[in-house]
């Protein structure tokens, strides 16, 4: 299976720590994106990596890629309660153009004021 | 900011009903998705469908659903005869193109069968 799974499923830190959360997955991959979800909305993209980059950066965000291990971390610096959502890893494999993405079950993110 | 648009928000339905979700992509997307989370779980993919036509479709997308793009903006997921199990929130994504870009996701309807 090609689904990323996140570890840890539930994570609590208090305002200003830093969250890190990460991603295993299987096969290879094209891109491995980030999403978050707060409660009972819509997934919102935060971020995308490709296999051949290592680190991305946005904002407060920090992405790693590591291939050879199948893994990925985001890093959410200086955390804030509105930080407070679950947060997806999604592998997408790309072939002719068609571009599969299978979200893992996600990483539940509490920030504590 | 572009955006998926999905309606309704929230949709009650009793078991063997039809129901039809909507969707409206960002215009210049051209590859549409829908997904689905039940409550807690993991979201899950349904069917892709790009150039008026299904691209892949899940185990889950079995006889019972179908999707169409009848108008050329909307994005219609449709189950003919509704179960207890349906009862989920399905998302609406597009993308702009092939490569590596993200999805945009609408902000779900909520399927309660009854």
């Known amino acids: 299976s090609q689904q990323g799974e996140e570890d840890p499923q539930a994570l609590s830190i208090q305002e200003g720590e830093n969250a890190t959360m990460n991603c295993s997955y299987k096969?290879?991959?094209?891109?491995l994106q980030w999403y978050r979800q707060n409660s009972g909305r819509g997934l919102v993209h935060l971020i995308l990596?490709?296999?051949?980059?290592r680190e991305k950066h946005s904002g407060r965000l920090r992405v790693t890629l590591d291939t050879s291990k199948k893994s990925s971390s985001l890093l959410i610096t200086a955390s804030r309660a509105a930080d407070t959502a679950s947060y997806f890893c999604?592998?997408?494999?790309?072939?002719?153009?068609?571009?599969?993405?299978?979200f893992g079950i996600g990483t539940k993110l509490q920030v504590i004021p | 900011e572009p955006e998926v648009t999905q309606t309704p928000s929230h949709q009650v339905t009793q078991m063997g009903q039809e129901v039809i979700l909507r969707c409206v992509p960002i215009?210049?997307?051209?590859?549409f998705y829908w997904y689905r989370q039940i409550l807690g779980q993991k979201v899950e993919f349904l069917v892709s469908?790009?150039?008026?036509?299904?691209?892949?479709k899940s185990e889950i997308f079995d006889d019972q659903f179908s999707v169409e793009r009848p108008d050329g903006s909307n994005f219609t997921l449709k189950i003919r005869s509704t179960k207890l199990e349906d009862s989920a929130m399905y998302f609406c994504?597009?993308?702009?193109?092939?490569?590596?870009?993200?999805?945009?996701f609408g902000s779900g309807t909520r399927l309660t069968v009854v």
């Open positions: 999604a592998t997408s494999l790309i072939f002719g153009g068609y571009q599969k993405v299978t």
């Open positions: 215009s210049n997307h051209l590859y």
């Open positions: 096969t290879s991959i094209n891109n």
């Open positions: 990596i490709r296999s051949n980059e």
């Open positions: 469908f790009y150039n008026n036509e299904i691209s892949e």
């Open positions: 994504a597009s993308r702009t193109g092939p490569g590596n870009y993200g999805y945009t």
